[in-house]
């Protein structure tokens, strides 16, 4: 028994859905794996309390981690580079208990103080994720827009060979 035309379309349109999501799921997990030392950047008290809130987060306690998190985004300049690790882990938190919608506006404060392509990226992913979730179409597909382009920027980085493959896994095309 074929299925008719309409049927395939829409197979085949749900099949590149849940590949997009399957691959922006594996590179916004893999990509921390490459940063994962930009606590350096954090003042003395703030990677003390950062410190902390990954224990926090290690423990499960997501509520204390939330609250330090807070606590070392109050001691940094918020448009300041070094609010970036921050950020990610607080973009994060949310993400983790379901509360898409604020993850999504941390990430975006994290892409305005992006401090290179990479940051950037990685930031990209998750929003295109977060959005495509929220089922919110034209911001989901302005930020896959804007992660295409920053790919071909990439791509023609000194960087490439050897970050490449971190970056392809998060860039997915028909």
């Known amino acids: 028994m074929n299925p008719d035309a309409k049927t395939r379309d829409f197979l085949a349109h749900r099949f590149w859905q849940l590949s997009l999501l399957?691959?922006?799921?594996?590179?916004?997990?893999?990509?921390?794996?490459?940063n994962r030392n930009r606590t350096s950047v954090l003042p003395e008290e703030a990677q003390r309390v950062f410190a902390e809130a990954e224990i926090a987060r290690a423990t499960g306690d997501s509520e204390k981690e939330l609250a330090l998190?807070?606590?070392a985004l109050k001691q940094l300049d918020p448009?300041?580079?070094?609010?970036?690790?921050?950020?990610?882990?607080?973009?994060y938190n949310y993400a983790d208990r379901g509360l898409t919608t604020q993850a999504a506006e941390t990430a975006e404060r994290q892409l305005r103080i992006a401090g290179s392509p990479g940051q950037e990226h990685q930031v990209l992913v998750r929003l295109v994720s977060a959005y495509s979730a929220l089922r919110q179409k034209?911001?989901?597909?302005?930020?896959l827009a804007r992660l295409e382009q920053l790919m071909l920027r990439l791509r023609a980085s000194k960087r490439w060979e050897s970050?490449?493959?971190?970056?392809?896994?998060?860039?997915?095309?028909?």
């Open 69 to 71: 998190l807070e606590q």
């Open 138 to 143: 034209e911001k989901a597909a302005a930020s």
């Open 163 to 174: 970050r490449g493959q971190w970056w392809q896994a998060g860039l997915a095309r028909e």
């Open 22 to 34: 399957c691959l922006l799921t594996l590179a916004s997990i893999a990509v921390p794996a490459q």
């Open 79 to 91: 448009n300041s580079e070094a609010a970036f690790p921050v950020l990610e882990r607080l973009a």
